[in-house]
């Protein structure tokens, strides 16, 4: 799965994980993921088919600004695999375990606005549009334009 979202051409431009991975790369890319938690960042999960156990992608829960009661998510599903609701089913469980962290009440999501794929994600999953962050950041040495898209806890 790692190999497969490096030959994707946004995904290696996000993150950590380098474009056309080899094995060693993709490998320590998973090693990186494993240790976001213990580093203080948050938390990395894999994303797989429920039927056959099968990794199909990765979500995480990025946790820099707890302190004020926000996380960031992310997600990405791997080419062959998309369009079939992995990404709105993991955002919909990994929003629903956000909410198990104590002192989280918001959690974000930056989506480019081209990436329909990605707002319809959001949008299945409970997250509501508010508003366009004009040159909000660097994605492959581009200044570019972010959507963001926000869920809030529920009141108890």
Do not use: K
């Amino acid at each position: 799965m790692a190999r497969e979202l490096a030959t994707d051409a946004y995904v290696p431009t996000i993150g950590t994980l380098p474009r056309h991975a080899n094995d060693e790369e993709a490998l320590a890319w998973i090693r990186r993921q494993m240790g976001r938690y213990h580093e203080g960042a948050g938390f990395s999960f894999v994303i797989a088919e429920a039927s056959n156990d099968t990794a199909v992608g990765q979500c995480g829960l990025w946790l820099r600004e707890l302190e004020a009661g926000r996380a960031s998510a992310g997600y990405s599903i791997a080419p062959s695999v998309r369009g079939r609701g992995f990404a709105a089913d993991a955002l919909t469980a990994l929003t629903a375990f956000g909410w198990t962290v104590p002192g989280l009440f918001r959690m974000e999501l930056y989506i480019e606005p081209w990436n329909t794929g990605s707002i319809r994600t959001a949008e299945r999953a409970g997250y509501a549009r508010e508003g366009l962050l004009r040159s909000h950041q660097i994605i492959g040495e581009v200044r570019r334009d972010m959507l963001l898209y926000a869920a809030i806890r529920p009141t108890q």
